[in-house]
Structures are given as C-alpha cells and as structure tokens.
T-cell receptor, first 109, second 115 residues
Framework: AQRVTQPEKLLSVFKGAPVELKCNYSYSGSPELFWYVQYSRQRLQLLLR??SRESIKGFTADLNKGETSFHLKKPFAQEEDSAMYYCALTNNAGNMLTFGGGTRLMVKP | DSGVTQTPKHLITATGQRVTLRCSPRSGDLSVYWYQQSLDQGLQFLIQYYNGEERAKGNILERFSAQQFPDLHSELNLSSLELGDSALYFC??????????????FGPGTRLTVL
C-alpha cells in the first residue's frame, strides 16, 4: 500500500529564514511525487513534481529513494509562502493521488 | 470560469439522508476525480471517471456512488448519511487518464455537514 507522511502539522518561521517541510513515503514501485499548495481561500494547486526537477517560487524538492523522502525546501521564506502544503504520491497508472496529512506553514514578519 | 466548478458550496443535511454533489471539469478535460477531506482521515481519493467510464476506485464506501455524464460533468451521490460523512468533498479534472500522470486541477470543494 502507498502511504505519505508529513510529520509536522504546523511549521512557523520568520521571514527570510530557511524552510524545510518534511515528507516521507512508502510505495512498492517507482514513485512519482508532488507538492500541492493551498493558499488561503484558494484552490489546491500543484506546486511542483519531482520528475520536472524545477524550482517554483523558490521552492525545490529532491526525491531521496534511499530515505524515501521528498522534502520541500526554500532558502528564504516569504510571508506570501504562508499556506497549507501537501505532499502526494501517485500510483503507476498515474490516476490516484495519495496525500499526506498536510503541513501548515506560517511565515511571520 | 474555465476551471473546475462544484455545486453546491455548502450542504447541511441530517443523518440518513441522501445528497448529490456536482462537478463540472475544465473545458477539454475528460477525467474527473473525487476526493474526501476530513479531519481524521485527511485527503483521500474516492473514485475516478474517464470519459464516462469508471477508471479507478479508492476508499469509497458502498453507500457512495458516482457517475460521469455524456457532457462530462460528474455527480457524487452519498446516501444513508452518517455524522462521520461530514467533510469537504473535492472534485478534480485532468486531460486524460493515460499511463503516466496528468496534472489534476482541483475545484473549490463542497462542504457537507451532517447533523
């Protein structure tokens, strides 16, 4: 069975500080991992996917198969980064997303 | 709005009742997905339809059913409602249901409260 764990429900940092949102997964196959973000009063939206290896809004995430992790990082947090972040995994068919419990990031001025 | 739309936004009903949630996918998207977000279970995949056919099933209760119509909108039917069914129900759509991931675009959700 596939499972995604986000150990922190809340992460509070000051503006300009580095941010790391943790995500661990279990999956018996070759996983495809994503980070979704939900800003206040907005829809859940894709932030980035591991396969594209992009940096979006200054965020990056590296898939570590040895540690089964896909942590989301940003060197300098901004107040507009405050949101709910979900790590997700998809099955081989690519049609079923399994989400972690989410981490609420609060960036204080 | 060319994005995913869901109606109603809020629904309050009583235990034992039946409700229908509606979702219209983005223009051009053939796949529709339903997710349930509750406080204790988090965001869980329920079911996927692609061009009118059921494609994948997740943790969907037997009391729940869904369908996708020829115009590609989808309905999620919840019956014999229990207090524990209170949750936010999201619909998402994607272009296809191919063997690799297609980005899913989410709707604003329907908040169901069962009293």
């Amino acid at each position: 069975a596939q499972r995604v764990t986000q150990p922190e429900k809340l992460l509070s940092v000051f503006k300009g500080a580095p941010v790391e949102l943790k995500c661990n997964y279990s999956y018996s196959g070759s996983p495809e991992l994503f980070w979704y973000v939900q800003y206040s009063r907005q829809r859940l939206q894709l932030l980035l996917r591991h396969i594209s290896r992009e940096s979006i809004k200054g965020f990056t995430a590296d898939l570590n198969k040895g540690e089964t992790s896909f942590h989301l990082k940003k060197p300098f947090a901004q107040e507009e980064d405050s949101a709910m972040y979900y790590c997700a995994l998809t099955n081989n068919a690519g049609n079923m997303l399994t989400f972690g419990g989410g981490t609420r990031l609060m960036v204080k001025p | 709005d060319s994005g995913v739309t869901q109606t109603p936004k809020h629904l309050i009903t009583a235990t034992g009742q039946r409700v229908t949630l509606r979702c219209s996918p983005r223009s051009g998207d053939l796949s529709v997905y339903w997710y349930q977000q509750s406080l204790d279970q988090g965001l869980q995949f329920l079911i996927q339809y692609y061009n009118g056919e059921e494609r994948a099933k997740g943790n969907i209760l037997e009391r729940f059913s869904a369908q996708q119509f020829p115009d590609l909108h989808s309905e999620l039917n919840l019956s014999s409602l229990e207090l524990g069914d209170s949750a936010l129900y999201f619909c998402a759509s994607s272009v296809a249901a191919a063997s690799s991931y297609n980005e899913q675009f989410f709707g604003p959700g329907t908040r169901l409260t069962v009293l």
